[in-house]
């Protein structure tokens, strides 16, 4: 049975938060730094507006020449340093934090550095927001102020109003204690109701701010495939160095120790001494069968033979070959529609592939479970991937160190954005880790399938 707690503070009619909130909202320190966000954002606001203007009247006056519209790039650039000085304000007065937007990416050149320039997106939403701001700006300022003045001055009327004159001040009938007690209730109304008046204008400019100052959704995706690609190409650098340096310090090795085995083996038979002859054909034919092992190994790193049977049985080959016991569930209807794309089958069975062996070296797990299946999303569907081992735990993505190369988790997390995937870890500290995975299901065409299965056997 489940037992229920009453809080002393939840509302009850006529009394509760609700009207304590509102009795305290014209003391609170959150009201009092809002109307001082409504004071420094009038005070820049002819310095706004006079920026605006003067970026205006530039790119205009200096659409005639070439050299003339660089000025007005650096002015339209210069955009993100007021968006920087606004989401600050916004920051330390609102306790509204927004985001940077994405930083410019370099130009080489003289026209793509000009147009850089003059197509700043966050400079120019900088300065939308500087003029969009100003009248809601004004407005609010005026509103809270007037609020205040007329309160505190309507509180404490009954005490100066002798000495206003005649004309200014109110009729002679408000001037007994009931009419004075009227004006000082009225002015606490408004008081108390000049938080709410002033937060309407705040929101306005907090959603501005987020609006206009902070990353659109599309120069975020933007930044994150070309961090991907960048993470992309550095690991298909990588993969070739290692391959460059295996072929080298092992076949290339194993290949000129047979090849200096059969010359002594030649020149022994030339000289007619061929008691040690066979010994060295047996030395180099066991070096040429290693040799062998390691370029098929080697082969199957770059694209293993068996996906040319598709990902459910090369999963099934992976579960079988794996140094612990790993229990693969694949759904059957995954290659239903076709044959899986062949950059999403080797980056599924790639990754699988590193989190069974991290498992197995790392985690010391005794066991490891995979699911894959789809889920239906568009066109194509997802690939929704989940390895979840019973190892020790504590597994983190630890960010590249600038090295190039992009091993372990962070690499696999590199793969799968670079396809438009997702990748979440869950790895407390003695166990389970749990990594989940989401990827396009791509189809590959027909004929495309086909050249794949062909050159893969061939």
Avoid at 163 to 183: E, R
Wanted: proline fraction near 5%; hydrophobic fraction near 50%.
């Amino acid at each position: 049975m489940r037992t229920m707690t009453l809080d002393p503070r939840a509302r009850t009619p006529g009394r509760g938060p609700g009207w304590t909130h509102l009795l305290s909202a014209p003391l609170s320190s959150v009201t009092w730094r809002s109307y001082g966000y409504l004071w420094l954002m009038l005070l820049l606001g002819p310095f706004a507006l006079a920026y605006v203007v003067l970026t205006v009247a530039v790119t205009a006056g200096a659409a005639v020449t070439v050299v003339g519209l660089f000025v007005a790039g650096g002015l339209v650039v210069g955009g993100r340093w007021w968006g920087a000085l606004y989401r600050g304000l916004a920051g330390d007065l609102l306790d509204t934090e927004v985001a940077a937007p994405v930083e410019r990416s370099p130009r080489s050149g003289f026209w793509p550095r000009l147009g850089s320039a003059l197509g700043d997106t966050a400079g120019w939403r900088a300065l939308l927001f500087m003029i969009a701001a100003l009248p809601v700006t004004l407005a609010g300022f005026v509103v809270s102020t007037a609020c205040l003045v007329l309160g505190f001055g309507g509180v404490t009327y009954w005490t100066w109003f002798w000495a206003l004159p005649a004309d200014l001040a109110m009729d002679s009938s408000w001037h007994t204690p009931a009419g004075f007690a009227l004006v000082v209730v009225g002015s606490l109304v408004l008081l108390v109701l000049w938080p709410s008046a002033q937060r309407a204008f705040i929101a306005l400019l907090r959603l501005l701010t987020r609006v206009l100052l902070g990353p659109t959704a599309a120069s975020l995706r933007v930044a994150e495939l070309e961090r991907s690609r960048a993470g992309t190409v550095e690991d298909a650098d990588a993969r070739l160095r290692r391959i460059e340096r295996d072929l080298h310090d092992g076949t290339q090795a194993r290949l000129v120790a047979v090849g200096m085995q059969l010359g002594e083996a030649r020149e022994q038979l030339a000289s007619g001494a061929t008691d040690s002859v066979g010994e060295l054909l047996e030395v180099a034919h066991a070096s040429t069968k290693d040799a062998l092992t390691e370029l098929r190994e080697l082969a199957r790193g770059i694209h293993p033979p068996v996906l040319d049977s598709g990902l459910a049985v090369a999963l099934e080959t992976l579960a079988a070959r794996a140094p612990l016991p790993v229990t693969a569930a694949v759904d059957p209807d995954i290659e239903t529609d076709g044959r899986l794309a062949p950059a999403i089958e080797s980056i599924v069975y790639f990754s699988i592939a590193e989190l069974v062996t991290n498992a197995a070296k790392h985690a010391h797990a005794s066991e490891v479970h995979v699911q894959v299946d789809v889920v239906a999303d568009g066109r194509n569907g997802m690939l929704r991937i989940q390895v979840r081992d019973d190892g020790r735990g504590g597994a983190t993505v630890v960010l590249p160190d600038g090295s190039g190369l992009r091993s372990g988790l962070a690499g696999l997390a590199e793969r799968v954005r670079s396809v438009d995937g997702t990748f979440d870890l869950s790895s407390p500290v003695g166990g389970p880790t749990v990594v989940a995975m989401t990827l396009p299901a791509t189809r590959a065409a027909a004929a495309g399938a086909r050249r794949t299965g062909a050159g893969g056997h061939a």
